[in-house]
């Protein structure tokens, strides 16, 4: 996901996306821990575009603030 995808996104959207990404996230952990997960890299992806999803709700609270 990028950036530009991002900035147009509500805080709403944000915030389910991001839940989405976490949720994900838990599911290949545990497949991590079972020894049953096929894309390793899936795992970096989205711990980049979690903090993505976070900066940009940082940047619209400071800019309501």
Known sequence: MKF???KDMTQVELAAKSRDLRQEMFNLRLQQ??????KPARLHTLRRDIARLETRV???RNKTA
């Open 4 to 6: 530009s995808e991002i």
């Open 33 to 38: 821990a079972s020894a049953q997960l096929e």
């Open 58 to 60: 940082s940047q619209l």
